[in-house]
């Protein structure tokens, strides 16, 4: 009985602190349905100058979700939104953004241009270069895989300076399933442009091959970026290890 009323006081008490955050921040009504409410709250604070963003680099936009976020977020600065995997493609590109800042580019990016071959399933969040490992597959089993495509691979850091409409200071977004290593290698030639990198971040062996959080950490840290906040901690149904969680780094050098 005391455990069950527990749990009831522990829900209402969420639902009172989400609505007086909803109270507080208006914006997050228009991403809590269809956007990334995680990332609205992981950046919306006090150590982000949110004005001084003018680029936002997302890389693995999937269906939108960041980018609905960060045209809330970031009311002066240009998206770049880039996804490999056709059917994403096609629906980003036939949405009404509502903005003219919104740009899609229908590529991947890593440490080398090129192609490689996209593994992807069912969830198609869920797409990635390494293939699922079992802990995957067994806390989200909608991760079945259905097949496999080549992808155009741009690396970041040949691409963007080229683009008229890239501004520092800079925002890079990436949520790559286990190859997040690779896209910050390609965008070594840029670090200077960027001032946050928010990364999610595989803790637990969710694909095979994955680079791990501490090859991020230390890729950070050798460029000088360093852990302003984490957040979406998502936990095993099994046992509540952490699973995976969105991290934010912030450049000393810009900040």
């Not at 956007?35 to 269906?63: C, F, H, M, P």
């Not at 809330?72 to 995997?85: G, M, N, S, T």
């Not at 089993?141 to 080549?150: A, E, F, H, V």
Request: charged share 25%; aromatic share 8%; with cysteine.
């Amino acid at each position: 009985m005391k455990s069950g009323l527990a749990g009831v006081i522990s829900h209402l008490g969420q639902r009172i602190q989400n609505f007086g955050y909803l109270l507080g921040n208006p914006d997050y009504a228009a991403v809590r349905e269809n956007g990334s409410r995680d990332l609205y709250r992981l950046l919306n604070q006090r150590w982000l100058d949110r004005e001084k963003i003018r680029t936002v680099i997302d890389v693995g936009a999937n269906r939108g979700q960041f980018i609905r976020t960060a045209l809330k977020l970031f009311p002066l600065a240009d998206i770049l939104a880039f996804e490999p995997q056709p059917e994403c493609v096609e629906l980003l590109q036939k949405t009404a953004w509502s903005s003219d800042r919104v740009q899609i580019i229908p590529a991947a990016c890593g440490s080398e241009k090129g192609s490689l071959p996209l593994l992807v399933s069912d969830f198609s969040p869920a797409a990635s270069f390494h293939a699922p490992d079992e802990l995957l597959t067994s806390e989200v089993p909608s991760c079945r895989l259905t097949g496999q495509i080549d992808v155009p691979v741009e690396r970041l850091d040949e691409l963007i300076p080229s683009l008229a409409n890239v501004k520092e200071k800079v925002l890079v977004k990436i949520d790559v399933q286990g190859f997040e290593d690779q896209v910050l290698i390609g965008m070594e030639g840029i670090l200077d442009m960027i001032s946050v990198i928010v990364c999610e971040i595989n803790v637990g062996p969710m694909y095979k091959n994955q680079c791990s959080f501490e090859d991020i950490l230390t890729f950070m840290h050798k460029h000088d970026f360093h852990v302003a906040s984490t957040g979406g901690h998502i936990y095993s149904r099994t046992d509540e290890k952490l699973l995976y969680m969105d991290v934010a780094f912030l450049s000393a050098r810009l900040n």
